[in-house]
């Protein structure tokens, strides 16, 4: 049965066990876990938040990475300013960016969420509001969900990634994992707080 970690990266944490020579001091996940044998399914950017999946097996390690098999991912986005119904039907419609129209989105605006505090936190402006949104997509561009928000109007100011499928973030402390005991089901508990 494949091995597969479900991983809350933290902000600043770069995908990948080594930072291959880079003349400052970054931090990768071998800070964080040292089971032998997995790597990335896919990518969390370093300025990025919240659930990156590990595994051992390549056949999975594809079907949640590669953009062919539509997995959807859902992100908590907080956006500067306001969110008008226009700029989410574009967001709903798909958007134009430089490299092709995205597939459509879905998304809804929601409360602030009950999230753990972020290291550095956000900057925070007195005359700019900003609004979270719950955005889901079936691909994976580079930098997708912040260059979507960014070309309706409203730049991404943090990121989270909340689920992948069947598997999620909920309740694991950044910078913890829970090993999942196969898809979608999770073995154990979280981490303690």
């Known amino acids: 049965m ?11 944490v770069l995908s990948q066990f080594t930072d291959n ?8 996940l071998s800070d964080f ?11 969390l950017d370093r300025d990025s938040e919240g659930l ?16 062919r098999f539509k997995m959807p991912k859902t992100y908590l986005v ?20 430089k490299d092709g129209m995205t597939l459509p989105a879905d998304v809804a605006r929601i409360d602030a969420p009950d999230l753990w505090l972020r290291d550095p936190p956000i900057r925070q402006r007195k005359l700019i509001p ?14 997708q969900v912040r260059r979507m928000t960014a070309a309706v109007g409203l730049p ?13 973030v909920a309740g694991i402390v950044p910078g ?18």
């Open 78 to 97: 907080q956006v500067e300013g306001d969110p008008q119904e226009q700029q989410l039907a574009r967001l709903r419609q798909g958007v134009r960016l």
């Open 176 to 193: 913890q994992f829970v090993e999942a005991a196969g898809p979608g089901r999770e073995s154990g508990g979280a981490p303690d707080r």
């Open 52 to 67: 990156l999946l590990l595994c051992d097996d390549g056949r999975l390690q594809a079907r949640i990475a590669d953009p």
């Open 156 to 168: 991404t100011l943090r990121l989270v990634r909340w689920s992948i499928g069947d598997w999620s």
């Open 21 to 28: 020579g880079s003349p400052t001091v970054r931090s990768t």
């Open 2 to 12: 494949p091995r597969l970690l479900l991983f809350n990266k933290p902000y600043g």
């Open 130 to 143: 900003d609004a979270w949104l719950k955005l889901t997509i079936r691909e994976g561009r580079n930098r």
């Open 33 to 43: 876990i040292a089971v032998k044998g997995v790597y990335p399914a896919g990518r």
